[in-house]
């Protein structure tokens, strides 16, 4: 069992945003806690009007939430969750609505006790790349592609999606995906990508950083206009 | 730039399904100035005036139609690619007069009126496409399904209508709906459109015709073009702009 590990991500403002000079509604976060290490990525709702700051506080929120999670020494996920939603709405509450401020938000909690805690709200990807495979932990969409659950759209619990699992040695890592990059993956493609993604952890960090924001920046599906990001964590 | 072995090659697509009532009384001429020949026909259940000269509903949407699509090759949209496929309703069956595909590979034929009005079946044929996700996939933007026609339909267009409005995909679809003729037969479309907020466009002449088709071109754009792709349904599951 490998309780090292290595999170990098990059987030690109898409083609739409660029042209109508808004900002990128994405964010990523990771932070290496002494008790663990936490990646974060979230879409803000472009229909709504401070999405932008709804998704950089979902990255803020996780990490409040998780720390006051870990010192209440609690190990139901679903407490975690209920604290972040409180803590997101506490945080965008100070300065807009939170129905104007919404957000999906994906992260990835590695705890150096060997557990394993993915959690989704709304649209993106999270893949598990298990050496010879890799599991696709979200779930397929229902309706279109411009439908989604946020943050600031429920409370209930029962719409996100959790796992929960044991870090063992075949696990390479975990990857955090938004709809811009998860809605244009090919399905049967899925361990592909992710090994390319992992494997730029051998470059040195600038370099890492360089390679996400070309592949972001350059993205191949022809017309795609939406913000782009990704958040890693490797298992060494 | 290594991606392309992993993702799509296509555009993430923006659905439009056109319904048409190509029923025999479409060919009424709504403009131009016209001869009358004295013989009559019976068609789609009445008695019509054959004339010389004007132009019917039929060849103005035609025109429009096929100027609609046009503009739309013309458009240069950043998120999305507009998929066309349409669906004409008239004598005894709905068929699909142009398949769903992208505009730009659309080569447009133009559509003739005759016989009764069946659209229900029209409904039936547009809900078996908005479900099929081989066609239209969970990757696409919701879809638009314009609705035109100069009403009284002739089958159990009522029950097709519910099981539209009801279907968990088809449900969602941004409805828009032109009523041709100076009739007050526009309540039907209404009740498609399923929404209050929301009116039907009348039209009497050529040239609400082609107004309507700019209304539907610009809406469908917007949409793609990202400011606001569904401002109107306010639910626990959000629509997003990209």
């Not at chain 1, 600038?206 to 592949?215: P, S």
């Not at chain 2, 555009?11 to 013989?39: A, C, F």
């Not at chain 2, 069956?93 to 559509?111: G, P």
């Not at chain 2, 100069?150 to 159990?156: H, K, Q, T, V």
Request: glycine share 6%; net charge neutral; charged share 25%.
């Amino acid at each position: 069992m490998s309780s090292k590990f290595i999170m990098y991500g990059y987030s690109s403002k898409g083609e739409m945003h660029k042209k109508n000079n808004l900002p990128n509604q994405d964010a990523w976060f990771s932070y290496k806690y002494f008790f663990g290490s936490l990646v974060v990525v979230a879409d803000g709702m472009g229909s709504k009007k401070f999405s932008e700051f709804g998704s950089k506080m979902a990255c803020k929120a996780s990490y409040d939430a998780v720390n006051y999670w870990y010192k209440n020494k609690s190990s139901n996920v679903r407490h975690l969750l209920m604290i972040l939603q409180t803590m997101w709405t506490s945080l965008v509450s100070v300065k807009y609505s939170d129905k104007e401020s919404c957000s999906t938000i994906l992260f990835a909690l590695a705890l150096n006790n060997g557990k394993l805690i993915t959690a989704q709200l709304g649209d993106g990807i999270i893949l598990v790349n298990r050496g010879k495979y890799a599991s696709n932990l979200s779930k397929e969409r229902e309706g279109f592609g411009n439908e989604t659950y946020a943050l600031g759209s429920t409370w209930n619990i029962d719409k996100w999606i959790i796992n929960e699992f044991d870090i063992t040695d075949d696990i390479k890592g975990i990857i955090l995906a938004t709809d811009g990059v998860a809605d244009d993956l090919l399905k049967d493609k899925y361990l592909e990508f992710s090994e390319y993604i992992l494997n730029i952890s051998d470059e040195f960090p600038q370099k890492r950083w360089r390679i996400l924001k070309d592949e972001l920046e350059n993205w191949p599906t022809p017309f795609s206009g939406d913000d782009k990001t990704i958040g890693v964590l490797k298992f060494i | 730039m290594v991606m392309n072995f992993c993702t799509q090659s296509k555009p993430r697509p923006l659905p439009v399904i056109i319904l048409i009532d190509t029923s025999g009384s479409m060919d009424r001429v709504i403009s131009g100035e016209i001869v009358k020949t004295g013989r009559t026909v019976i068609e789609d259940g009445k008695e019509w005036n054959i004339v010389k000269g004007g132009m019917s509903a039929m060849m103005s949407l035609n025109k429009s139609l096929s100027k609609m699509l046009e503009t739309f090759k013309d458009e240069t949209i950043i998120g999305a690619e507009i998929q066309v496929s349409i669906i004409t309703f008239g004598g005894d069956n709905a068929k699909i007069h142009t398949s769903l595909r992208a505009v730009k590979d659309i080569l447009w034929e133009d559509m003739t009126a005759s016989g009764l009005t069946p659209m229900g079946k029209a409904f039936n044929v547009a809900r078996k496409l908005l479900e099929d996700k081989s066609k239209i996939s969970s990757r696409a933007y919701t879809p638009a399904i314009v609705l035109i026609s100069d009403g009284e339909p002739n089958d159990n267009w009522k029950e097709e209508l519910k099981k539209l409005l009801n279907s968990e995909r088809a449900k969602k679809a941004d409805r828009m709906a032109m009523f041709i003729g100076d009739d007050s037969g526009e309540a039907m479309l209404k009740e498609f459109l399923a929404d209050d907020s929301k009116s039907v466009f009348k039209a009497d002449d050529a040239d609400k015709i082609y107004e309507f088709f700019k209304f539907v071109t610009m809406s469908v754009t917007t949409r793609a073009q990202s400011r606001d792709l569904n401002k109107n349904k306010e639910a626990e599951v959000f629509f997003k702009r990209s």
